[in-house]
């Protein structure tokens, strides 16, 4: 019933998790991958032996999930239907700082013995006692200050407790009674909405049924793509039923252009598919289920035997059956659940023990399930002990990370429609990708570059050109530019003022006749200076962009001008009432120099996130194009101890006193990819500090370094270029 509202509103939709293993679910259209032509199991998802109702686990387009959700209320009763409440718990470093700034220390002291706490593993999360023991500074600090002492001390006692509420991100329950009935409830003070008091496992335990209504960004992304497809070009895209075969496709994702598609992005995977090559929807997915801990140590022998056959081995031709498509490789935790059931005699409530052993990582636990597979594939299987361990050796990297075979398809079909979109339709598609990431300054700046890699320039807001958000301009549809809602300090009403009045009588002719007929309160020193240091008057200013200091100068006579002419007719004023009967007036602007480039540059930083027009860098291009990596190729694959010398701009310099007295700083550096913390130390900073100003461009040496999973720079030496 839910996913067929979606369908019928168009909303779109995916599952996770086991359910695409079920052929009624994708029969009845509850599913999107076809559970026979990718051979998933159905026992991962329902089996006699399973204790638990089966889950279904949605995921909708966000910008629309909560469309859903007043569906389910409207549909099953407001009393019957309410999100899951969580609570949120002290973990190591939170109680640590909270017991510090509780305490009366200063934010600097609990900061510091916090970033000594390591960063947990993937479901395992990290506690103080653990941390001690593998960080000898730690342990270092608590045995020698009593202030460190007294914090972690007191930190281990709040440890896990819960520290405040909020709502789970994806749960929903549905009741057959007034949810009164079964849990208590209350209301989230942050967004108002209805929740349970209970969290989701005592839900479950109450007796009712967990639904998962997860908002994906990308499927958002994927909507938008396709109605701007349908605007520019008049197609109408189903994206359920595109070919899965498309060589512009699988050509895009050889060369690594995987910016913006989703889980195919990153450095490290975008490697590994050039390499791989891709030509079948069954790469992307095992590419979804390998590119983990653990199975990615699987990702070279896949590639190996995809461009060799002969290289394809079976450890036992059984296997054959389910390994075929992988080229005889374990790659999903279905993979390592069949071989038990096949090799080792295991039941389906077995092989989910096992599956479950294998993820809690408990080695008394680990070691039981191991004597037990092991004795099965000798006495059911008729294995070699060699062979069994041979087996065993393959299964236990896929420990806790293995991939569900069902989900893997799930996420590789929306991965590959994410990566037609931008291969078919790469405007309509980076569009999308602006206008979903807006006010994320980071992607905004990374998106802007890949698009201009792919021949799409990106233009700054124009008041006569721009929508809301990110739209596709120019003659050929072949440009992106700014919306006048990504403008910093541009409110939505005065953007909906300005593009009401030009749907009404056109474009707007001059910057008189702009001031003259867009009478919004809203129009403000404050917006209309935003205005223009975001480019949106160019076309207006004497010189375009050079002009933008004309028009700041006489910001005062064109607020005035625009009181004047928007007044009504029955005040005194010299122009009121003019404006429906006639041309406005002219408005004369004394001329002023120009604004100079980098003020205009920083502007368009600040109010947009990006620089436009050019990058304080574009002068040392020289310098640019002699650096072996980019801030962007650090952050995707850290080097710890990587030499680099690097072209960079200065964005942000906090200077601080050592101990000793000595100042140091810490500064933000950027280049056209991305930014990242640096460090210079006492000794070069009182060489060099006079250099490092914010604004400023400078060729930086140092080394990348890394604590607690936090990159930045240590740098050696600095100049000015």
Sequence with gaps: DLLTFAKNAGILTTTRGSAAGSLVSYATGITNVDPLAYKLPFERFLNPERPKAPDIDMDYADNRRDEVIAYAKQKYGDDHVAQIGTFGTLMARAAVRDVARALGHSYGTGDRIAKLIPIGQQGFPMTIERAFKEEPELKALYDEDDDAKEILDLAQRIEGCARHTGVHAAGVVISPTPLTEWTPLSVDPKTGKLITQYDMHAVEDAGLLKYDFLGIKNLSILADAMDRVRETKGIVIDIENIPLDDPLTFAMLARGETE????????????????????????????????????????????????????????????????????????????????????????????????KAMGKKIPAEMEAQKEKLLKGFEEHGKLSKEKAAAIWKLIEPFAAYGFNKAHAASYGKVAYQTAYMKANHPVEYMAALLTADAGDTDSIAVLVAE??????????????????????????????????????????????????????????????????????????????????????????????????????????????FHRDMTKPAEQDSL?????????????????????????????????????????????????????????????????????????????????????????????????????????????????????????????IKGTVSSRNGELSLAIENLKPI
Aim: hydrophobic residues 40%.
């Design 260 to 355: 913006g598609t989703f889980q195919l992005n990153g450095s490290g995977m975008t490697r590994y598919l050039k390499e791989l090559r891709p030509t079948t929807i069954h790469d992307i997915n095992a590419m979804v289920a390998l590119y983990r801990p653990g199975p990615m140590e699987t990702i070279p022998q896949y590639i190996e035997r995809k461009k060799n056959p002969k290289l394809i081995r079976y450890m036992d031709e059984r296997m054959k059956d389910y390994l075929d498509a992988s080229y005889g490789l374990l790659v999903y935790q279905d993979d390592v659940l069949l071989t038990a059931i096949t090799l080792g005699g295991y039941s389906w409530l077995e092989a989910d023990t096992l599956r």
């Design 451 to 560: 698009a201009k890699r792919l021949n799409i320039p990106v233009l700054p807001p124009d008041i006569n050109e721009s929508g809301a958000e990110f739209t596709i301009a120019g003659e050929d549809k072949g440009t992106i530019r700014f919306g006048l809602v990504t403008i910093k300090n541009f409110g939505e009403g005065i953007a909906q003022a300005i593009m009401e009045e030009r749907a009404a009588r056109g474009p707007f002719a001059s910057i008189a006749d702009f001031l003259s007929r867009v009478g919004s309160r809203n129009l403000n020193k404050k917006s209309l200076e935003s205005l223009i240091k975001a480019g949106a008057l160019d076309r207006f200013a004497p010189d375009g962009a050079l002009g933008r200091g004309t028009l700041l100068a006489n910001l005062d006579r064109m607020l005035e």
């Design 575 to 699: 122009f009121a009432g003019l404006g429906a009967f006639a041309a406005p007036p002219e408005l004369s602007l004394t001329p002023a120099p120009p604004m100079p480039l980098v003020e205009s540059l920083a502007a368009e930083r600040d109010l947009l996130g990006i620089y436009v027009s050019g990058h304080p860098l574009d002068a040392c291009e020289d310098a640019s194009a002699k650096a072996k990596y980019t801030i962007a190729d650090i952050k995707n694959e850290p080097q710890p101890g990587l030499p680099l010398i690097l072209p960079v701009l200065v964005e942000d310099v906090r200077a601080l006193l050592t101990k000793k007295g000595d100042k140091m700083a810490f500064v933000r550096f950027a280049d056209k990819t991305d930014s990242i913390e640096g460090v210079i130390f006492p000794k070069l900073f009182k060489e060099r500090g006079a250099d490092v100003v914010a604004g400023r461009c400078l060729l």
